[in-house]
């Protein structure tokens, strides 16, 4: 049947996955400090290309996501319907259409414990202090910005080596590089209005 922390993982790479930006123009306007950005919420869409060690070609999916206060729904809509939910301390996954089942609780898994998962989806980048060493910032003031996160915890590093993030006003782009050689990219279009 498989190892539950497996799955666990699985389910986390999956939506930090979808988190996972390719680089977007930056805007126009003067660049936000990425420490000072305000949680983000909203509902966009994204691309996800997860490229495997393993294989030639990557793997491709698009959906949904909305993020609002204390909540991320993330839904990745084709080619297979699989719905997360993401809170501070858990996170529920469903599978075409079947019951939302728990993904690990956050406390008892040190993967889900020590990723800053829901940070990392509502771009509390200074709240991401915590799980890893944060290095980068502005190029110079009001320029976009890059931050690259090592993580902390040994039982996340075995799983993760670096997670890059850019962007101006908000996160723009996000590569996940995870320590067995699979990268993970996620084009997140702008957020939709009302």
């Known amino acids: 049947m498989g190892n539950p922390a497996d799955s666990a993982r699985k389910a986390v790479a999956l939506a930090v996955a979808g988190l996972s930006l390719v680089a977007a123009a930056p805007s126009f306007a003067a660049c936000v400090d990425p420490f000072k950005l305000k949680a983000e919420t909203g509902t966009f869409d994204f691309k996800q290309t997860r490229r495997l060690a393993s294989m030639k070609t990557p793997l491709v999916s698009t959906g949904v996501a909305n993020v609002r206060p204390g909540r991320v729904d993330w839904r990745v809509v084709k080619p297979v319907d699989v719905r997360l939910t993401i ?43 915590r799980y890893y060493t944060v290095t980068g910032g502005p ?48 084009e997140m279009g702008a957020s939709r209005k009302g």
């Open 87 to 129: 809170t501070p301390g858990k996170i529920t996954q469903s599978v075409q259409g079947g019951p939302a089942q728990a993904v690990g609780p956050a406390s008892a898994d040190p993967f889900l414990r020590s990723s800053g998962m829901f940070e990392l989806l509502t771009g509390d980048y200074a709240a991401l202090r």
């Open 139 to 186: 190029a110079s003031p009001g320029g976009a910005w890059k931050l690259s996160l090592k993580p902390k915890d040994a039982s996340l590093a075995r799983f993760l080596s670096t997670i890059e993030i850019s962007g101006c006003s908000r996160a723009e782009a996000v590569t996940i590089r995870q320590a067995n050689g699979d990268t993970i990219a996620i």
